[in-house]
């Protein structure tokens, strides 16, 4: 096939590149740079079967294409709260470009959507049925509500058009490629751990996330957009929290650092529980994720040694 990767050249798109081109298919990556990067693809750029194209997703773009795939916007708080007005477009106009050429090219489409969705939940683990509790008003609206009306319109498309879409709801996700200065908590938490800073944990650290390593991730993105008719969102992420103060406390152990915790005020709206229900997954796809924490760690913390 030959599938165009919106954000091809970012942390997830890069590593989505590389795994398609090895089962064969074509890829096209969509990029503008603003928190993707060439060396994140750098080993493609041989390939025959790769094309990166530098261009903004919230302006309309034209390719023949079997299949994209829409990974195109900021993802953590840090990035997407720099320009929010841009994120809320780009989430938008990114999926409103996105559909608009799968519908003329027939192709099948799916959206990468987030666990942010569910907002601050009120239950745990969340669940696809769950609508989510999400403070429309807030800083981290422009992400959450961006995302949750991008997943309105790909419904209306596919009721509309009979557009094929997929819906990927992304959890937390780390590992290799991951930009040190992304303001996502693994990345912070291992950069601070490797030069013996102070771990910055917000509040009292005791709001749990679940951290699935890229691998599994982009395994389940391959199976949900290769599976024939599977139109729900599905759940991708690891089911198995942990705390901040714990994730600061094994990381400063396999890091075998001098650093020490501080806190700071949680920022406004951070959500205190967050943990997949991956049934849905498990029964449509056949997919869990295999690595565990620690393993995935280690190989991260590997590659920040190298770039720190």
């Known amino acids: ?34 928190t993707g990067n060439t060396k994140n693809v750098k080993d493609l750029l041989d390939y025959d ?25 900021p993802a953590s708080p ?6 929010p007005i841009y994120t809320l477009r780009t989430n938008f106009l990114g999926a409103y470009n996105s559909l608009d050429l799968a519908h003329k090219n027939s192709a099948r489409i799916l959206q990468a959507s987030t666990s942010e969705v569910y907002g601050d939940p009120l239950h745990s683990p969340q669940n696809e049925s769950y609508w989510g509790n999400v403070n429309p008003i807030g800083i981290r609206a422009c992400y959450d509500e961006g995302k949750r009306v991008a997943e309105t319109l790909f419904y209306d498309y596919h009721r509309k058009y009979g557009v094929d879409i997929r819906v990927a709801r992304i959890f937390n996700t780390y590992g290799p490629s991951m930009d040190k200065n992304d303001g996502r908590v693994v990345s912070n938490f291992i950069v601070q751990a490797l ?30 957009f290769f599976a024939e008719d599977i139109h729900e969102p599905i759940n991708l992420g690891n089911p198995n929290p ?31 529980l967050r943990e997949p229900d991956i049934s849905r997954a498990e029964e449509l796809l056949g997919w869990k994720p295999r690595i565990h924490r620690e393993t995935g760690l280690i190989e991260t913390i590997k590659y920040f040694k190298n770039i720190v």
């Open 242 to 272: 942990i705390s901040m103060l714990g994730l600061a406390k094994e990381l400063i152990f396999l890091t075998a650092s001098s650093s020490k915790v501080s806190f700071a005020p949680i920022p406004a709206d951070d959500p205190k």
């Open 1 to 34: 096939m030959k599938i165009v990767i919106t954000g091809g050249a970012g942390f997830l798109g890069s590593h989505l590149s590389r795994s398609l081109l090895g089962l064969g298919h074509e890829v096209l990556a969509v990029d503008n740079f603003y």
């Open 49 to 73: 079967s790769f094309k990166l194209i530098d261009h903004d997703v919230t302006e309309p773009f034209t390719f023949d294409c079997d299949g994209i795939i829409n990974l195109a916007c």
């Open 195 to 224: 030069k013996s800073d102070d771990i910055t944990v917000y509040g009292d650290g005791s709001q749990t996330r679940s951290f699935c390593y890229v691998d599994d991730l982009i395994e389940g993105l391959i199976k949900l």
């Open 78 to 83: 840090v990035q997407y709260q720099r320009n």
